[in-house]
């Protein structure tokens, strides 16, 4: 859930601070569709994630690939940018690296799986950093260590608790974008919780104001109703995909039919 338009180059001074955000909250055809790309998968993994598996592990693939697509191209950005095309290739990259890893992991649903956990341990550390000014963990090192942490406790959990922990991450997954994709067009700071946590490169700091509370307490009434409704509605889906897929790959063995007591006594024939 890192979609979002570059800044400008990190400098010292606070004029090249109120330039980075000022260019961060303009509302582009880009971040038109980086919003409405959001909070479209956003609805569908709040409430129906656990339902759709084949969708489910697509999206997944989707953010990762959308994810690390953005992390590397704004902390390789050069001095100058990328040129009057760089929103045009922010959302040209990310895209198709959403796509590739998407479709990739559609085939590798069973690996998918584990990369669905991860990503919502991921979703819950930004949540959690984003309380505070600048972060609840202040040190660069410290905040990539609790992602990183709380990614590796996703996965574990999902191993343990399988179809509790997928309908926890789909739905905060899917509220948080839902709220990230709405700060694309509110442009409350929501979102520049990601940058100052994810982005070594630019100019930006993050301030909690009563807006981004809102926008906070609205990923946490998403996640709640999300779960309650998956729970309701859809518990026990992503079991039953499984086993479908299961046994399709599965062989099946049956016994043929006798024709005859004859049969029944003297044993099968073998007919060319």
């Known amino acids: 859930m890192v979609f979002s338009t570059p800044v400008m180059k990190r400098d010292v001074g606070s004029d090249a601070i109120q330039q980075g955000q000022d260019h961060l909250r303009k509302i582009t055809v880009h971040t038109a569709i980086y919003g409405i790309i959001l909070i479209s998968i956003g609805v569908l993994y709040t409430f129906f994630g656990i339902k759709f598996y084949r969708v489910t592990m697509f999206f997944v693939g ?41 479709s990739l992991l559609v085939c590798c649903s069973d690996i998918a799986i584990w990369f669905l956990g991860a990503l919502g341990g991921y979703a819950l550390a930004i949540f959690l950093l984003s309380w505070a000014n600048n972060g609840v963990i202040h040190t660069r090192v410290g905040r990539i260590v609790f992602i990183i942490g709380l990614t590796v406790a996703g996965v574990i959990l999902t191993f343990l608790f399988e179809n509790v922990i997928l309908i926890l991450s789909t739905a905060l997954i899917g509220a948080y974008s839902i709220i990230f994709g709405i700060d694309m067009f509110a442009n409350t700071g929501f979102r520049e919780a990601v940058h100052e946590f994810l982005d070594g490169n630019h100019t930006i700091v993050y301030n909690t104001d009563t807006k981004v509370y809102l926008m906070l307490g609205g990923v946490l009434g ?15 889906e992503f079991g039953k995909h499984r086993a479908a897929k299961s046994s399709k790959t599965s062989p099946v063995y049956s016994t043929p039919p006798e024709n005859s007591e004859k049969k029944k006594k003297s044993g099968w024939s073998i007919r060319v």
């Open 222 to 236: 998403f996640f709640i109703v999300g779960t309650a409704f998956q729970w309701r509605f859809h518990r026990g």
């Open 62 to 102: 989707f953010y990762i690939g959308s994810i690390l697509a953005w992390v590397i191209l704004t902390n390789v950005e050069p001095a100058d940018g990328y040129g009057k095309s760089s929103d045009t290739i922010y959302l040209v990259i990310t895209l198709i690296a959403g796509l590739l890893v998407g």
